[in-house]
């Protein structure tokens, strides 16, 4: 049993992401992928006009642009990131995220959570 994920974490499993995202004409939407201890992955969908904001986290993390484009606030500045796009974000890195342009939809993967942040 898979309590509120897509794949378990103890089988081998594909998914196809375009069908399991989930839309909204004016929310966001995001559904956990797979959750471990070591690995979180959610799958996000924007609306247009939608924003994340400002934030940090403790984790690493991955942003895939899977669809559509948005802007990311990193290193104090925003920046434009269609599909296709792979940002980084080090624990402890502030950062937002907005729908611009249109709806768009990213996969967000974090690693295990570090147990100090790191001096900015």
Known sequence: MRPHTLLASDQPESL????????????????????????RVVLFAFAE???LTAHSSRR????????????FLYSDKWHSLAAGALLHL????VHAVRATTGPFSMLLTLGAETRSQPTP
């Open 16 to 39: 196809v992401l375009a069908d399991a995202a989930e839309t909204s004409s004016s929310g966001i939407v995001s559904r956990t992928v797979i959750q471990t201890e070591e690995l």
């Open 49 to 51: 006009g939608q924003e």
């Open 60 to 71: 690493r993390a991955l942003i895939q642009v899977l669809d559509g484009a948005c802007e």
């Open 90 to 93: 080090p624990p402890g890195h």
